[in-house]
């Protein structure tokens, strides 16, 4: 597989690039100019650029007019900026065979995360930070894996990192500014939680990992529930749910402002309708295959019934929607499950409500 690596030409993204390229698996580095800076963004993009010739590294580069693009979603700078960059490095993706894209969050942005989650109210979920591996943030290439591999190293850690192999960088300007929400946290608040606690980032970044482990341990991951519908064992064991067979579904899109709780009643299922895209009713065909919710890979619908106790006189009664870009893609299975490319987060703003019909 080759890695596409974001590359900011910050400390961060470039300790990055270094120990990607100490592994010596194949990669290509990505540079976004989002001409914010003026000659710094244009700095930033001469030293990424010529680290990768001198290491002989695949380059690639996209300058883009953000303030712009920004005024015309009506959206902030840094979200225009975020949105901007990972359809890009989709795109990169797609065009050139790159297996998944890695970006350099660390733990101190974890940290920072989790306290704009709690300040936001994102609610249990927002708890458990960053991930890190996961899924690009943008609808078109949802399918498509993010890495975080510095997520476990502070900033101490990256910047002795740096030192120790000569890593070259530069330093964004307006990260001493105030302007964000998240400069703040990082320039205000945060020097008051390193005088209480100076190993504060590791020990909420421990927090964080424990909250993910506890939701996962009670079944409350973002996303509905599948129908708890049993059969009994001729010995009285229940033997898993059973998608129901009889019911008529409707699909229904809404808009979403993050406020109503994910968590559904039984049998209604919740996806995001900008990442899920057309769906198309079906039943199962040979081929098909779902990423369940929280699962770390595919799964053959073949496995995924068997796995559910389905019989097989009752899978061509079983309800599925996939998706219109891949006919074999399941990203719903009616009153069940959703696959983990649909899941609904913090960045959703559409979403599609999957219900039995009511008569």
Not at 113 to 129: A, W
Not at 231 to 259: L, N
């Amino acid at each position: 597989m080759i890695l596409l690596v974001a590359v900011s030409g910050g400390i961060d993204s470039m300790c990055l690039a270094e120990k990607v390229r100490l592994q010596g698996g194949p990669f290509a580095i990505a540079h976004c100019n989002f001409r914010l800076r003026g000659a710094e963004s244009d700095a930033d993009e001469a030293l990424v650029r010529s680290w990768a010739r001198s290491n002989g590294i695949p380059f690639h580069v996209k300058h883009f007019d953000t303030e712009a693009f920004a005024s015309a979603e009506g959206i902030s700078v840094e979200m225009a900026a975020r949105r901007l960059r990972y359809h890009w490095f989709g795109q990169l993706c797609r065009e050139h065979g790159y297996g998944a894209v890695a970006v350099a969050h660390n733990a101190n942005d974890n940290a920072e995360t989790l306290i704009l989650n709690l300040l936001r109210g994102t609610g249990v979920k927002g708890l458990t930070g960053m991930k890190a591996e996961g899924f690009i943030p943008d609808p078109e290439y949802a399918d498509i894996p993010l890495l975080r591999p510095l997520l476990g190293l502070t900033r101490e850690e990256i910047a002795a990192f740096a030192q120790e192999h000569d890593v070259p960088w530069r330093e964004d300007s307006t990260n001493a500014l105030n302007d964000y929400k998240r400069n703040k946290i990082r320039n205000l608040v945060f020097p008051v939680f390193r005088e209480i606690n100076p190993s504060f980032v590791q020990v909420l970044n421990r927090d964080m990992e424990r909250f993910t482990d506890e939701l996962d341990a009670f079944g409350q991951e973002i996303g509905p529930k599948p129908a708890q519908t049993h059969e009994k064992s001729a010995f009285g064991q229940e033997i898993g749910p059973k998608p129901a067979q009889t019911e008529e579904f409707e699909v229904k899109e809404e808009e979403w402002d993050g406020t109503e709780p994910v968590k559904q009643p039984e049998g209604v299922l919740i996806l995001d309708a900008d990442k899920a895209g057309e769906l198309v009713e079906g039943r199962w065909e040979t081929g098909d295959w779902i990423r369940p919710l929280g699962a770390p890979g595919k799964k053959k619908m073949q496995d995924w019934f068997t796995d559910h106790h389905i019989p097989a006189d009752e899978k061509p009664f079983v309800v599925l929607y996939k998706s219109a870009r891949d006919p074999h893609h399941v990203l719903a299975v009616a009153g069940c499950c959703i696959d983990h490319s649909v899941r609904v987060t913090h960045t959703t703003r559409r979403i599609l409500r999957i219900s039995t019909k009511n008569d």
